[in-house]
């Protein structure tokens, strides 16, 4: 028997909407091999994208989501395990492709493990107050792309 997706609350929509723009960066990146484009120039954007908008979307996560679950919950406790190995990927210069394809198929594992698992399980739980908060800390703005050098097109 097929399962009909959850709908995603209105609180963690917005994180839904990030979690779409992480999966179009790893298109991205497998684009720039496809296309054997310089690593650096990958690089450069992946940088960009980090600083801009993966930072401060495991802020919020870390901060006002994966608090409902608590800190002893195995959930929780992997995803800030995945965040941890993310940032040590992205914040790395060396071994810059090698990087790149780990950044590539890890993000986009812990983008599903999120959506698929944690997400649900958060919603399921998650009071009013809690969802107030992170809709609260969280905006939905408009995802501005950087387009000085759009290497995947």
């Known amino acids: 028997m097929k399962q009909n997706p959850q709908k995603r609350d209105k ?3 917005p994180l839904s909407r990030d979690h779409h ?4 960066l790893c298109w991205k990146i497998r684009e720039g091999f496809k ?3 310089e690593v650096n120039r990958i690089k450069l954007y ?6 801009e908008h993966l930072l401060p979307h495991f802020e919020v996560e870390e901060k ?3 608090t409902i679950l608590g800190n ?3 959930l929780t406790n992997r995803a800030i395990a995945e965040h941890r190995r993310l940032k040590r990927l992205f914040e790395s210069s060396t071994e810059i492709q090698g990087n790149l394809s780990l950044i590539e198929e890890e993000l986009e594992s812990h983008i599903r ?3 698929r ?3 649900s399980e958060i919603q399921n739980i998650a009071t009013d107050e809690q969802l107030s908060e992170i809709q609260i800390n969280h905006s939905d703005t408009k995802f501005a792309d950087n387009l000085t050098d759009p290497f995947w097109e």
């Open 35 to 37: 296309r054997n484009i």
């Open 21 to 24: 723009h992480g999966l179009l």
């Open 64 to 66: 006002y989501v994966f």
């Open 46 to 51: 992946i940088d960009w994208f980090y600083k």
């Open 72 to 74: 002893e919950n195995e």
């Open 11 to 13: 609180a963690l929509q």
């Open 117 to 119: 698992i944690l997400f």
């Open 113 to 115: 493990f999120e959506e």
